[in-house]
């Protein structure tokens, strides 16, 4: 299994935006599309506290980039993707890593 961290940057008073479109929405249409929810974090302390972090989870490098593909070209994602921004983008920036766990890794 390989993991995506995700790390978005809102835009100032727009985080409760995307919690909302998270909780209610991307994080069942991901499920749709095969794709494992591993967590999902707000920063307490540190630089930035406009940021949701988040982990995702995949078989392999193929199911990500397919999984993904999918999810953006679904209908329904279209929709509140269009639907979130009634009041202005969300999101300032996103950063992604890929993730490959360790021999020793807890997590496989």
């Known amino acids: 299994m390989i993991y995506e961290?995700?790390?978005?940057?809102c835009f100032a008073g727009k985080l409760s935006n995307l919690h909302d479109r998270f909780?209610?929405?991307?994080?069942?249409l991901?499920?749709?599309q095969g794709i494992t929810n591993i967590g999902y974090w707000v920063t307490d302390v540190g630089p930035n506290s406009n940021e949701l972090t988040y982990i995702l989870?995949?078989?392999d490098a193929?199911?990500?980039?397919?999984?993904?593909?999918n999810f953006r070209n679904d209908p329904e994602w279209q929709k509140v993707?269009?639907?979130?921004?009634a009041d202005g983008i969300i999101v300032k920036n996103v950063r992604n890593q890929i993730l490959i766990p360790t021999p020793y890794s807890p997590v496989k």
């Open 81 to 85: 993707f269009e639907e979130s921004h």
């Open 5 to 9: 961290l995700r790390i978005y940057e």
């Open 23 to 28: 909780a209610n929405h991307t994080m069942k």
């Open 62 to 69: 193929a199911h990500r980039t397919k999984s993904w593909e």
């Open 30 to 32: 991901f499920e749709k």
């Open 57 to 59: 989870g995949f078989k």
